[in-house]
C-alpha cells in the first residue's frame, strides 16, 4: 500500500499550509486516516487522525484549534489544513492508515499498518 504525502515546504510564521496524502489505487472509506510530525531529535508525535466513519476527529493540543483534517474517500486521500504555523510546527509530516484501528487507538503510532515517506515543513520565525 503506498501513501503518496505532498505538499510540505518553507514558509514563515502565521502562514498557512495544506498537505495532501493520497492512497491511488485503494479504497480508504473504511479506513482510519491520520498525520503524525517528527521534528529533528525528537520522537514522532501524533498531529491528528479521523476514524474511518469520518465522523469523529482528533488532534493534538498543540495544534487544535489551528489545524483541520479532512478527507475525500471519493479521491481516496486526506488533507491537513494548516493554518497560523508556528516554528515549532517545524518537522517531517507523515500520514498514516490503518483499517482495524478502534476509537480508542487513533493517537497511537503503533496501531496504523501503513505509513507515507514524509512531506518536510519548516517554518521560519
Known amino acids: 500500500v503506498q501513501l503518496q504525502a505532498s505538499g510540505g515546504g518553507l514558509v514563515q510564521a502565521g502562514s498557512s499550509l495544506r498537505l495532501s496524502c493520497a492512497v491511488p489505487?485503494?479504497?480508504?472509506?473504511?479506513?482510519?486516516m491520520a498525520w503524525f510530525r517528527q521534528a529533528v531529535g525528537k520522537e514522532r508525535e501524533f498531529v491528528a487522525s479521523?476514524?474511518?466513519?469520518?465522523?469523529?476527529?482528533r488532534y493534538a493540543d498543540s495544534v487544535k484549534g489551528r489545524f483541520t483534517m479532512s478527507r475525500d474517500n471519493v479521491k481516496a486521500a486526506v488533507y491537513l489544513q494548516m493554518n497560523s504555523l508556528k516554528p515549532e510546527d517545524t518537522a517531517i509530516y507523515y500520514c498514516?492508515?490503518?483499517?482495524?484501528?478502534?476509537?480508542?487507538?487513533?493517537?497511537?503510532?503503533?496501531?496504523?499498518?501503513?505509513w507515507g515517506q514524509g512531506t518536510q515543513v519548516t517554518v521560519s520565525s
Open positions: 479521523i476514524f474511518r466513519n469520518g465522523g469523529t476527529i
Open positions: 498514516a492508515a490503518g483499517p482495524r484501528i478502534i476509537l480508542s487507538s487513533l493517537r497511537n503510532s503503533r496501531a496504523y499498518d501503513y
Open positions: 489505487g485503494r479504497t480508504i472509506s473504511n479506513w482510519s
